[in-house]
T-cell receptor, first 112, second 113 residues
Framework: EADIYQTPRYLVIGTGKKITLECSQTMGHDKMYWYQQDPGMELHLIHYSYGVNSTEKGDLSSESTVSRIRTEHFPLTLESARPSHTSQYLC???????????FGQGTRLTVV | GENVEQHPSTLSVQEGDSAVIKCTYSDSASNYFPWYKQELGKGPQLIIDIRSNVGEKKDQRIAVTLNKTAKHFSLHITETQPEDSAVYFCASYSGGGADGLTFGKGTHLIIQP
């Protein structure tokens, strides 16, 4: 069982609200990632980090932002949620120099 | 950048039969090919992987084959069981780019009782 946790698991929120999705890992991994998973299952990389104070945008443009103040924590924030943000968000981490990525269980976000 | 194509998008097989999922990649520098399984309500989890210097790898009922010349690799599941029902993702790792790991679009495997 991977030691990477996402909270909340499910979230229903109104349009215009600010939300933060939490992701924490206890494996000491430097690299962390956020993926957006659409209903068709495809994984889209939206943000990644190589370590503390490092954040980069992924392949899919996203209105969300991320921060990496601590190695173990990589939160994702939406300043003003919209129905188009409704999706499953998956966090993952990987050790420097390693190839295996460990995923959290995901947050299913619904914006109404 | 790397492009990974995965087929089929949905696969339905009878319990006990074999299932095969195929992927192709474009970057000849890719050297590592993992397969992830995502069960309902969970995140993807690594089930088997293969490196470019190996042609085949087995782990009990699952096996992965790699053809570097043709740039394709496949996942084989034999004697399928209900717990094999899940979404399977192939991926390739080239060590470069934004992340180095590029995923296929996924295959929804359904095991019919």
């Amino acid at each position: 069982e991977a030691d990477i946790y996402q909270t909340p698991r499910y979230l229903v929120i109104g349009t215009g609200k600010k939300i933060t999705l939490e992701c924490s890992q206890t494996m000491g991994h430097d690299k962390m990632y956020w993926y957006q998973q659409d209903p068709g299952m495809e994984l889209h990389l939206i943000h990644y980090s190589y370590g503390v104070n490092s954040t980069e945008k992924g392949d899919l443009s996203s209105e969300s932002t991320v921060s990496r103040i601590r190695t173990e924590h990589f939160p994702l924030t939406l300043e003003s949620a919209r129905p188009s943000h409704t999706s499953q968000y998956l966090c993952a981490s990987r050790a420097q120099g390693a190839t295996e990525a460990f995923f959290g269980q995901g947050t299913r976000l619904t914006v109404v | 950048g790397e492009n990974v194509e995965q087929h089929p998008s949905t696969l339905s097989v009878q319990e006990g039969d074999s299932a095969v999922i195929k992927c192709t990649y474009s970057d000849s520098a890719s050297n590592y090919f993992p397969w992830y399984k995502q069960e309902l309500g969970k995140g993807p989890q690594l089930i088997i992987d293969i490196r470019s210097n190996v042609g085949e790898k087995k782990d009990q009922r699952i096996a992965v084959t790699l053809n570097k010349t043709a740039k394709h690799f496949s996942l084989h599941i034999t004697e399928t069981q209900p717990e094999d029902s899940a979404v399977y993702f192939c991926a390739s790792y080239s060590g470069g780019g934004a992340d180095g790991l590029t995923f296929g679009k996924g295959t929804h495997l359904i095991i019919q009782p």
